[in-house]
């Protein structure tokens, strides 16, 4: 059974930076971050391909955020840095059968249970 769990979420301050993980039981393809604040639809964060060589970015998060993994641990990061109020939310990392990433979430055949990213200003 495939699983993902992700850590790292927490309660900051507008400015600060996090670096949230996700630990995949088994190889993973394509993954991404994905978010969804309180009231509003879960959407894209960031993905990258198979390879780490490919990424994509949500316009919110271009130039703050950085995706990347460590495939022969099968582990995927978020590095969240200039966080804002706008940025709270779940954050759940998804991984899909396919080498490229990309930003709809129905592409996305696994996900994790996610962790609570909380920005103060």
């Known amino acids: 059974q495939v699983q993902l769990v992700e850590s790292g979420g927490g309660l900051v301050q507008a400015g600060d930076s996090l670096r949230l993980s996700c630990a995949a039981s088994t190889r993973m393809d394509a993954m991404a971050w994905f978010r969804q604040a309180p009231n509003k639809e879960r959407e894209f964060v960031a993905g990258i391909s198979w390879s780490g060589s490919s990424t994509i970015y949500a316009d919110s998060v271009e130039g703050r955020f950085t995706i990347s993994r460590e495939r022969l641990k099968n582990m995927l990061y978020l590095q969240m840095d200039s966080l804002k109020p706008d940025d709270t939310a779940v954050y759940f990392c998804?991984?899909?059968?396919?080498?490229?990433?990309?930003?709809?979430?129905?592409?996305?055949?696994?996900w994790g249970q996610g962790t609570q990213v909380t920005v103060s200003s």
């Open positions: 998804a991984a899909r059968r396919s080498a490229h990433t990309t930003s709809q979430s129905n592409d996305y055949d696994y």
